[in-house]
Structures are given as structure tokens and as C-alpha cells.
């Protein structure tokens, strides 16, 4: 009797001892609950409410058609408080390599978007010259020199004030500074969209130099040196011959960090060297904006 009910008592000790293996299996509920509530609760609307108060990473804008009827098209990249524009081709034909150059920096930023700086947004125009670039020539279809057709009369140096016969790098050229400072269609759209503008590079070939816009003082110098290191690009003060309404010198008085970048040919995009250029500019970019005159 007594051996009957001390094993009674050990089977209840020995019973009661397991329930915390027990436990577990009364928690298949908690399991079970969470993909239910994710399926049902927070996917379609969440998904369907963010696309209009995030914008998209990578944007293409339609900025105005040229003299001829061809878009004029500008790629974005990021979100920043902090514009930057890569200007493309304004020399057509003549300088073709750097339409290449400014698609295949787009085409690597939209793989590698993590590397546009959170201060920076990013924009890039392949080509500010479409009928340059379709027609053959350097020109716009009107015979105007684009980079000769900006308003440079207000600053300090007169040498570059804006003039209709201008010198490029095959002489001097009567007439093609166009009928009045941006009388040109190209040059209006690119004034417009670079008025927000804080850092500009616009993109040539082929002296294998870096030339700060302006008058020489500013972020511009700033900027043409950091290019300069970071490209391997030679920096001078100008390009050789007298440049006049040249759209660098325009956004330099504007207070625009400006510089034109000059490839070393007519060929070669040269993407490997301009991308380290751009993306130490970008991420050197508020120490540039910041920089007093
Ligand atoms: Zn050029």
C-alpha cells in the first residue's frame, strides 16, 4: 500500500516535471498568426500608397524639343537637396564621344544607384544639341554655336562677353553666336532647367582639359581642381583661343560651381576616368557649394 502510494506521488512529480516541454507545442498558434496578418494586413496597401509620396530613384524628363523637333531629354538620379548636371554633347557631331559618355554614366548610375551621394541629385542630358548630333555638324540647326549663345556680358572679364562672330577650334566663324545672347531654343531649355543648378559640368572633346567657368574666383576654381585630380585631366585657364558666351562663364556669374571638362579625343568616352570625376564630385559636393567667393 505504501509502495502504491509513493509511486502514485513519484508519477505526479515525474508528471509534473515535463511541463515545460509542453509549453512549446501551445505556441504553434502565435506561428501560425503572423502570416496571416502580413498577407492580409499591410502588403496592398502599403504597396500601392508608396510610389506617389517616394519618388522614383531614377526619373527621364522630356525637357523641350530642339529647332528640329528632337527631344531634348534629361535623366535623374536620386533625390538630394543638391543639383548637379552633367551636360552632354552641346557640340553635336563634332564631339559625339561625349553623348556616348553621358549614356553610359546613366546606364551606370541606374546599376549603381547607392552611389549618388543622399545630398545629391543627380542629372544627366545626353545631349543638349540632338540636331547637332543627327545633322552631322557642331551646330544647331539654325548654324549657331550653342556654347557661343549665352549671356556673358555681366560679369568682370569682357573678353568673354557674348558676341555674334565668334572663334572655336577651327577659326573664327562670323554670325554663329546667334542673333542675341540665348536666342536659341537649346540654350533657353538649358538656361530653364539649370536656374536650381549648384554644380555644372559640360562636357567636350577633345583639349584633355579641365577650365573653370567664369572669371577665375569662385566654386568653379574649386571644382576644375577637383576634377582635374580625380580625372587626371590637365587644368587650365582657358582653351586656348577667345571663347565667347560660352555657357560655363554664364552659371559662374550665376554663382554655379561651372567648368567645362574637355575628353582627350574624339572617340573614346573615357567613362572609367569621368567616373571617378563625377563621384568625387558628388561627394565632395557641400564643401564645393559651400565655398565662398
Ligand atoms: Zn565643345
Known sequence: MRYWLLSIVLIMVSCASPTPLVE???????????????????????????????????????LGYSREGRPIVAHRFGWGEVKVALVGNIHGRTEENTYRLMIEVAAHYRENFMEVPSEVTLWIIPTINPDGLANGTRFNARGVDLNRNADTDQDACPENDWSPDIFDSEGHIPGSGGEHPFSEVETQILRDF?????????????????????CGEGPSRQLAHLLAQATGYGEAESIGYPVTGSIVDYLAFQGVAAVDVELTNKVDAELERNLKGIQAVMESVVEIVSHEN
Open 24 to 62: 512549446p507545442t501551445v505556441s504553434p498558434s502565435p506561428t501560425l498568426v503572423p502570416p496571416t496578418q502580413s498577407v492580409t494586413l499591410p502588403t496592398p496597401t502599403t504597396k500601392r500608397s508608396l510610389p506617389s509620396p517616394t519618388p522614383q530613384f531614377h526619373e527621364r524628363r522630356l
Open 194 to 214: 539649370l536656374v536650381d543648378a549648384q554644380v555644372v559640368i559640360s562636357y567636350h572633346s577633345q583639349a584633355g582639359l579641365v577650365v573653370a567657368g567664369g
